[in-house]
């Protein structure tokens, strides 16, 4: 078998019955390429909605890519996965988790910026996190993100130097994903002075 060829044929996101059709196959012989495909560097398995089994499926192994992408360096750690259709991956370094926090609410996407509240318990550096942010000028948008994970999820507490550095920075706006506010965070909003993009049913994810 030319796995090699394979991994072109079924290029991008696929489940177990998408390989069956698309090879006309049955299932179980699906199940039996993919794992030949997993173990040559040429399919990653993530979880979507529902739990279902998702398989990312390049002809590139990913161990040529370079280092992990944000979407990488969040799925391994955030208990809310991401399936992207695309990646931009790094090729000049790895990425720190307080790079990854600011990269993450770089993109203005919702679900994102949710698997990402799991990384501020992997915090090792605040002032670190503060220089990212400041640079990218989403420091309070930062700590306000950082407030929501305290109500919901288990964290590392923030310096007070580090928080009160976040309160006087400047922002590009108030939206952290537009036009999106909350019913919930109103309070979190007010200290922000930002709008926080989900509420507590969103975060209930977390505790699944």
Known sequence: MDYHNLAKRLEGLNTIKTVAKILNISERTAINYIYELRKRGFAETKIGYGKIRIYRISPIKKKEFGYPSLYDVINKYSRINIVKQYEIRQYSHRLSIEETIVKAIETKEFRTILAMLDLFNKVKDWKKLKKFAEEKKLGRKVGALYDV???????????????????????DNKYIVYPMKSKDFKEIEKVWRVYIPFGKADLRRYKE
Not at 149 to 171: F, G, P
Request: hydrophobic share 40%; charged share 45%; no cysteine.
């Open 149 to 171: 994970a305290r109500e919901t999820i288990r964290v590392k507490r923030i310096d007070l130097r580090t928080r009160n550095a976040l309160l006087r920075s400047r922002i």
